[in-house]
């Protein structure tokens, strides 16, 4: 039976509140720092409802996980799309930010928590490859695209996306820890652009 509360006048299932709950202990303590009683209290509900909906904290941690890596493949699909590579460059931006900021979401969790898995041995979990690496080779190649196009100028396509990358991991850290208004994608684009954009070919 699906057990739901209203928040803010939003229904939200039981699964969302433990996996909301789980994803804000992890941020802050780390997988091993944080336990499946602290879950079910922030989460407002009973250590057994929380085992009884996930079975154990691995497998908390796997849809997780999972939720944010099909998250964010379904804002790199803007990167498929037809378009001033400035547009689409700072599309995908912006909607990373807001994926991130809005359901906490952060490069340096993830990768951290990518490396825990790897020492638990919990390879065999079938997750979607390394978010942060999904992140950097969709963006790296985009633009190894548009060079080899001459819409953007000969540059290291794998600098570049360490760039955007760093940027919106950046931007998501602030708003998670600081309190910090994210920042504009705006202005981050326009200096970047200065340094990719115009013509070229890459070089034999």
Known sequence: MLVSTYISGIMVSTEKRITEAARELFIKRGYRGTTTREIASRAGVSEVTVFRKFG???NLLKRIMDESSER?????????????????????????IMVMVQEKIDLLFLMMVE??????GFDGWEI???????????????????????SIRVVDPGTAAEMIISYISHASLSSHFRGHETPAAESFIDILWRGIEGGGMIKE
Do not use: N
Not at 115 to 120: A, M, Q, S
Not at 129 to 144: K, Q
């Open 128 to 150: 979607h490859d390394s978010t942060a690496r999904l992140i950097y080779d969709s963006i790296e190649h985009y633009l190894r695209d548009k060079i080899s196009e001459g």
């Open 72 to 96: 964010i493949s379904g804002v790199l699909e803007v990167l498929r799309r037809d378009g001033d590579p400035r547009d689409v460059l700072k599309e995908v931006i912006q909607k990373l």
């Open 115 to 120: 490396r825990e898995l790897e020492e638990h």
């Open 56 to 58: 154990s904290k691995k």
